[in-house]
């Protein structure tokens, strides 16, 4: 069975096989979650980015999409990136499928790469504005419904990694309310 943990951390520092990136559609780094990734990683990254920029994602990687790398100099195996919707850009509904997206679209790739622990960040909530109790519910739930889907069998851990105490906080409520049981360790 899946187990879904949150963590207050820095999200290049957790040793699992893969961790997901909340990129921006040019996949060539950016701020936050992004540039913290690509920092942290080294040239690899960015490297295999401008590879797939060139062959598969001319126009850029879309909203809701995702794509594997390499993990560079992570403690990690592999980035998964993913475009996160921009909040109020798009009628509420649409915007919220193409955030659960991130998350399927992640989960699938990383199972697909073999990896069994994932970290993931609050997609969408930085510069994409995106707030973060509905944020919470929508990854909180879309996680657990794949690993429900899955039978929990692909994945032993997705990790929420949480930039900050109030985000922590936020999810860790979101996660009681849904009935997700304790959230895990504060810092990690």
Known sequence: MTQIT???GDITKQRV???VNA???SLQGGGGVDGAIHRAGGPEILAECRRLRASHYGKG?????????????LPARYVVHTVGPVYGAEEY???????????RESLRLAVESGARTVAV??????VYRWPMEDAARIALSTVAAVAAEAGGAELDEVRFVL????AY??????????????AGPREG
């Open 93 to 103: 509904e649409r915007g919220a499928e193409l955030l659960a997206s991130c998350y």
């Open 6 to 8: 949150l963590v207050q």
């Open 169 to 182: 906080e936020t999810f860790a409520q979101v996660a009681d309310a849904l009935g997700l049981g304790p």
């Open 17 to 19: 096989d893969a961790v």
């Open 163 to 166: 930039f900050g105490a109030e």
């Open 61 to 73: 990687l879309g909203v809701g999409q995702a794509v594997v790398t390499t993990a560079g100099t």
């Open 23 to 25: 990129a921006n559609s």
């Open 121 to 126: 960040p609050a997609v969408s909530t930085g």
